[in-house]
């Protein structure tokens, strides 16, 4: 079963506007990441957020952590054409190995 | 380049047929993992070594065998392969608890 599930599972914003997407899981964690994978592509790791974090920051963008919630946010600010891609969140959830586990991912399309 | 390659890029094969993925990274990590991506999925874990010489399975390893030759190799084997395991495969390594590096991927269809 997954752990990890974005929301919403796709996303459709004008070049210029704010994208932000969410993932919820559902055990306890030891770091959550966010991953982008264009079309046809593999995937290129964007940012790790320990549980012991609230908020990260990279560039564009924005990630948020709340391990009482059991979510966490991707925002990416003034988006461009080139943000399109599919963005995935996955979990570390052991402490004996560095096992992630992946959700299904957000589609997000930027309109020009 | 450093990084993780994958070959072949692209496979057919056909109901029944075996066939090895392979798997080499330059990055002197010692975890190595295989997943497969299907529409509309997530990456689900096949098989993962956490270091040469120890292999464990992962959410969908039935059907599959893997190989960890050495440090830098890691091979994921279908005995005989089904329609069912027409996905794209993907391949990653990591050191410690940080990102983690994915090859390009293999395209596997089977017919």
Not at chain 1, 23 to 35: A, G, H, P, R, V
Not at chain 1, 69 to 79: F, G, H, N, Q, V
Not at chain 1, 104 to 111: A, E, F, N
Request: net charge positive; proline share 3%.
């Amino acid at each position: 079963s997954q752990q990890g599930e974005e929301d919403p599972q796709a996303l459709s914003i004008q070049e210029g506007e704010n994208a932000t997407m969410n993932c919820s899981y559902k055990t306890s964690i030891n770091n959550l990441q966010w991953y982008r994978q264009n079309s046809g592509r593999g995937l290129v790791h964007l940012i790790l957020i320990r549980s012991n974090e609230r908020e990260k920051h990279s560039g564009r963008l924005r990630v948020t952590l709340d391990t009482s919630k059991k979510s966490s946010s991707l925002l990416i600010t003034a988006s461009r054409a080139a943000d399109t891609a599919s963005y995935f969140c996955a979990t570390g959830i052991s402490n004996r190995d560095d096992k992630i586990i992946f959700g299904k991912g957000t589609r997000l399309h930027i309109l020009p | 380049n450093a990084g993780v390659t994958q070959t072949p890029k692209f496979q057919v094969l056909k109901t029944g047929q075996s066939m090895t993925l392979q798997c080499a990274q330059d990055m002197n990590h010692n975890s190595m993992y295989w997943y497969r991506q299907d529409p509309g999925m997530g990456l689900r874990l096949i098989y993962y070594s956490a270091s040469e010489g120890t292999t464990d399975k992962g959410e969908v390893p039935n059907g599959y065998n893997v190989s960890r030759l050495n440090k830098r190799e890691f091979s994921l084997r279908l005995e005989s392969a089904a329609p069912s395991q027409t996905s794209v495969y993907f391949c990653a390594s990591i050191e410690g608890r940080g990102d983690y590096t994915f090859g390009s991927g293999t395209r596997l269809t089977v017919v």
